[in-house]
């Protein structure tokens, strides 16, 4: 019996000596299973960080927030923004072969598309000097048509102040043609330049510069305004203009 009993007493240490292991085996497993969850989370908390930080950057450097809102850059050209009298002295100009500065500006847009290139500096040069050369001659005759038909006419868009003690001044392209240099200031001006119905036109805003600081340029129409964000010096913004409805024709 004692050496039964001796036997089973050596047996059972070897059972719990096997028994142990396997508890550390099990618990080793759970540690190695979430030993990387404090580093993925550092991680993704610095990650967090740096975008944060690059996003504030980045809108610093484009001279502030941009308006979230698209229709701020957009105008609507209706019927009401038509300048009578100065569509009425183009169609006049037209009729002689003749052409001022705004007729000669949506000439210069329309033979860079219709024209080939060959030809274009020596348009270019003929408007300049607001003379008519062959060249140009079948334009100037088709834009004719256009204004007596109330296809064309001369469109006004009025600038005002956003802030009465702002200072400085942006550039102005139409459909990438420089219109030139503006003020950003107290004094509210109207720009007036010649466009087809249903055509979209893309004003590009540019902050002179010198510009101190930020500067915002607010557009208005009849039905609609525009506004710039801040812009920063050198920094630019964009519009769209839309040409919507057909004018009634208006004699002289």
Request: proline fraction near 5%; hydrophobic fraction near 40%.
């Amino acid at each position: 019996m004692s050496a039964v009993s001796s036997r089973g007493s050596t047996t059972h240490p070897r059972s719990s000596t096997a028994k142990i292991p396997k508890r550390r085996r099990r618990h080793h497993s759970q540690r190695s299973g979430i030993w990387w969850l404090p580093l993925a989370i550092r991680t993704s908390l610095w990650l967090g960080v740096i975008a944060l930080i690059t996003v504030v950057v980045t809108l610093l450097m484009n001279g502030g927030f941009d308006d979230p809102n698209p229709q701020s850059k957009t105008i609507q050209l209706t019927d009401q923004d038509i300048d009578p009298e100065t569509t009425n002295l183009g169609k006049t100009f037209l009729h002689q072969n003749q052409v001022d500065q705004r007729l000669a500006f949506y000439l210069w847009a329309e033979a860079q598309e219709r024209l080939p290139a060959d030809t274009l500096t020596e348009v270019r040069n003929a408007l300049t000097h607001g003379a008519v050369t062959l060249a140009i001659g079948p334009l100037v005759k088709q834009m004719s048509e256009d204004v007596d038909q109330g296809r064309v006419a001369a469109y006004t868009v009025w600038f005002e102040p956003d802030d009465q003690h702002a200072t400085g001044a942006v550039r102005l392209l139409l459909n990438g043609t420089e219109l030139g240099q503006f003020p950003v200031g107290s004094d509210r001006y109207a720009i007036t330049f010649y466009a087809k119905t249903g055509s979209v036109l893309h004003l590009q805003i540019a902050a002179a510069s010198d510009s101190r600081s930020p500067v915002v340029f607010r557009a208005v129409t009849a039905t609609s305004e525009a506004v710039t964000r801040k812009l920063a010096a050198g920094k630019t913004d964009s519009w769209d203009m839309l040409v919507q409805q057909t004018y009634e024709v208006h004699n002289p």
